[in-house]
């Protein structure tokens, strides 16, 4: 099926001489720039397979080149004998800026679903390779090799050591998006671990063993925590949702997890793929503070995440941990997405629809509307308007 869009999917928003534009990715090879008020496409750049994750935009501000002031840097899958997988591109005009190399390694893949962070003048991402690559965004210092450019690498780690490889054979594939936190930046491996990148070091001195497949992003909040998905693959627990404080030593910096159910889904066994999204950015004082999530198990689960309210199993399936305090849960159907938290409203995706829920600030929610359409993406909300793409090839703007 070469039409639509999976995970992540998510469009990227951007103004550009007062209009408003969308990147949207599918799996027809094709990187497009949209109108977000009309619809039209103003330009399509062909990669040689699918794309599925979420690019990220890149504003040079050193630049004279118009084309290179606004850039995409994006992945897609690997085709066969093809190994310059992820490139950067203008969101301007679609002419392509520079490609990186995406080179074998015991990992069994070498797509790229992943979105670079980018922090001042450098660039970091984890690669479906094991690699976890810093590099320079800006095309002004890449290089011709053979026929392409290729962008300037400062530094690269293995994301997986030996016995990793030993242990999982090939599966050691990262396809989470990094996060920043207190000079380091933090990424979830396919290997099971959450890594700590020491930015001043050049070099990983935090690592947090899971035992998982990790596909969701680690997500910050604003305690200073981290929030990992986690999957049910390869540990006697269920898979779920987990809170680290990195600040402390990873064998003391577990603060609760929460176990979803298990249920299979393609070659999912249960726990949480997408990642969790929370209420920082627009919580009133005195309100909780929310993380909402969305289970392979079906349901939707919104919690405080700084409140704990019991104990469960942890998800090696013996240990006795914390739990947070469950806000609502709704039967939404299996989901790989990441729902969006904005202001009171809450909108969660995935195979059986999207929904649309209002909350007050008693934290009553009641469901508003729902579509019955098939996701896999993440969705945007901006003016009023939801964004987001489906598997049946449509790019859909829900709302005023």
């Known amino acids: 099926m070469r039409y639509g869009a999976g995970w992540t999917g998510q469009p990227l928003l951007f103004k550009e001489k007062e209009e408003l534009y969308l990147i949207q990715v599918s799996y027809d090879y094709k990187l497009r720039k949209i109108n977000a008020e009309t619809g039209d496409v ?20 050193t630049t004279d080149r118009e084309e290179g002031k606004l850039a995409v840097l994006q992945g897609s899958r690997q085709r066969s004998g093809l190994e310059y997988n992820y490139r950067s591109v203008s969101a301007v005009n679609g002419e392509e800026l520079f490609r990186m190399r995406i080179e074998r390694t015991r990992s069994m893949s070498r797509d790229v679903d992943g979105s670079a962070l980018i922090l001042g003048d450098t660039a970091y ?46 599966n050691l594939i990262t396809e989470s998006s990094p996060s920043y936190l207190n000079g380091k930046v933090y990424v979830a491996a396919g290997s099971g671990y959450v890594y700590g990148y020491n930015i001043a070091k050049g070099e990983i001195d935090w690592e947090y063993y899971v035992g998982s497949d990790l596909n969701g992003s680690p997500v910050i909040t604003e305690d200073g925590c981290l929030l990992v998905s986690v999957e049910k693959q ?3 627990g269920n898979g779920g949702m987990l809170k680290l404080d990195p600040s402390k030593a990873p064998e003391e910096s577990l603060v609760w997890y929460y176990p979803t159910g298990n249920k299979g889904l393609l070659t999912w066994n249960g726990g949480v793929i997408g990642s969790a999204s929370v209420n920082d950015k627009y919580k009133e004082k005195g309100m909780k503070s929310l993380a909402a999530f969305s289970g392979i198990d079906g349901y939707l689960y919104v919690v405080d995440y700084k409140s704990t309210d019991g104990t469960t199993k942890s998800f090696d399936g013996r240990t006795i941990v914390d739990k947070p305090q469950l806000i609502f849960q709704y039967k939404i159907g299996q989901s790989i997405s990441t729902p969006v938290i904005f202001k009171d409203k809450l909108i969660a995706a995935g195979y059986g629809g999207i929904f649309l829920f209002e909350f007050d600030p008693d934290l009553n929610f009641t469901l508003l509307d729902k579509k019955p359409f098939y996701f896999e993406a993440t969705p945007i909300v901006y003016n009023h308007k939801i964004y987001i793409a489906s598997k049946d090839g449509w790019l859909y703007c829900l709302g005023d």
């Not at 103003?42 to 979420?54: H, L, N, P, R, V």
């Not at 690559?133 to 300037?152: C, Q, T």
Request: aromatic fraction near 20%; proline fraction near 3%.
């Open 42 to 61: 103003e330009w399509k750049y062909s990669f040689d397979d699918a794309i599925k994750g979420t690019g990220t935009l890149y504003y040079n501000k």
């Open 125 to 170: 991402i984890g690669l479906e390779n094991g690699i976890f690559r810093v590099f320079n965004p800006n095309d002004d210092y890449a290089y011709k090799s053979g026929i392409f450019y290729e962008p300037e690498v400062y530094n690269e780690l293995n994301l997986y050591s030996d016995e990793d490889a030993a242990r999982r054979g090939g």
């Open 234 to 236: 390869f540990i006697a």
